[in-house]
Nanobody, 119 residues
Framework: QVQVVESGGGSVQAGGSLRLSCTAS????????MHWYRQAPGKQREWVALISSGGGKNYAGSVKGRFTISRDNAKNTVSLQMNSLKVEDTAVYYC?????????????WGQGTQVTVSS
């Protein structure tokens, strides 16, 4: 079994910073791509950023230049440093890991962590 757990959410004023972390554990041979997604109230889940096992990164236009994704392959963790936060960044943030085992490859999701940005 594989578990994905996020942490680091909270409340902050606009212009502030938060750092989210996500750890995957269990029967894992390797993790290919790790993503961050978010879902605001009443809206569909949207992709935020990704990082490959080789360190390649990509960001949604709405967060580019403000958010930084990083990972530690040895620890199966991914982090999201969020700076210059805006009210519209308020959402539940989810981690997604594309896990590869000796038997299969599939995506696993965390339970989400709330980020609230106030004006």
């Amino acid at each position: 079994q594989v578990q994905v757990v996020e942490s680091g959410g909270g409340s902050v004023q606009a212009g502030g910073s938060l750092r989210l972390s996500c750890t995957a554990s269990g029967s894992i041979d390797s993790i290919n791509i790790m993503h961050w997604y978010r879902q605001a109230p009443g809206k569909q889940r949207e992709w935020v950023a990704l990082i490959s096992s080789g360190g390649g990164k990509n960001y949604a236009g709405s967060v580019k230049g403000r958010f930084t994704i990083s990972r530690d392959n040895a620890k199966n963790t991914v982090s999201l440093q969020m700076n210059s936060l805006k009210v519209e960044d308020t959402a539940v943030y989810y981690c997604n890991a594309h896990v590869i085992t000796s038997i299969f490859a599939r995506d696993y999701w965390g339970q989400g962590t709330q980020v609230t940005v106030s004006s």
